[in-house]
């Protein structure tokens, strides 16, 4: 059984102070990894998708990165509005996606 | 942009009623989901269906619950006799094809009394 587990669980930062969220997995075979932003009461909304170990994407303040074993969000110099709770997902051969427990972001001015 | 839509967006209804949850997913997508998430809790995976039939289920998506595609357009989850424990919110997703891109709806809070 796929199992998807984020640390930490919240997040408080100042205005401009970069940091990283974890997102660790256990897979039988790494068939992509997914991040989402999801705002209160909202849906998720997709960010990036990583397939292999080593690969990286970038999205204005936001870039991710994957390993063997888990994946980085990073996030640089972070503004107020990137205040959400991320979530990371992998999906299994039947396209069905575990979520991790998300992280809770809060960017203080 | 494209965006997958879902109606009501809040729903209350008393326990032991059958709702509907519709949804309308992006026009040339082929794969469609349904998720929830109890509040505090993590989204869950409940149903995915792809060519007019059910291709995985969880353990949550037992015989109270349904999935029908009754048009080109429409998606829809019907929860045939709510209990307490249902109450959550549901989410719609599609992609275009497999592992790739899931859009998903914003939701309807199912609130049952």
């Known amino acids: 059984e796929d199992q998807v587990t984020q640390s930490p669980e919240a997040l408080r930062l100042q205005e401009g102070e970069s940091s990283s969220l974890n997102c660790s997995y256990t897979v039988s075979g790494l068939r992509g990894l997914f991040w989402y932003r999801q705002d209160p009461g909202k849906g998720p909304e997709f960010l990036f998708t990583?397939?292999?170990a080593g690969e990286e994407k970038e999205k204005e303040r936001l870039k991710a990165t994957l390993t063997k074993k888990e994946s980085f969000l990073h996030i640089t110099a972070p503004k107020p509005e990137d205040s959400a709770t991320y979530l990371c997902?992998?999906?299994?051969?039947?396209?069905?996606?575990?979520f991790g427990g998300g992280t809770r972001l809060m960017v203080k001015p | 942009e494209p965006e997958v839509t879902q109606t009501p967006s809040h729903q209350v209804t008393q326990m032991g009623q059958e709702v509907i949850l519709r949804c309308v997913p992006i026009s040339n997508h082929l794969y469609f989901y349904w998720y929830r998430q109890i509040l505090g809790q993590k989204v869950e995976f409940l149903v995915s269906?792809?060519?007019?039939?059910?291709?995985?289920k969880s353990e949550i998506f037992d015989d109270q619950f349904s999935v029908e595609r009754p048009d080109g357009s429409n998606f829809t989850l019907k929860i045939r006799s709510t209990k307490l424990e249902d109450s959550a919110m549901y989410f719609c997703?599609?992609?275009?094809?497999?592992?790739?891109?899931?859009?998903f709806g914003s939701g309807t809070r199912l609130t049952v009394v």
């Open positions: 990583l397939y292999s």
């Open positions: 269906f792809y060519n007019n039939e059910i291709s995985e």
């Open positions: 997703a599609s992609s275009n094809r497999s592992n790739y891109g899931y859009t």
């Open positions: 997902a992998v999906p299994d051969a039947g396209n069905m996606l575990t």
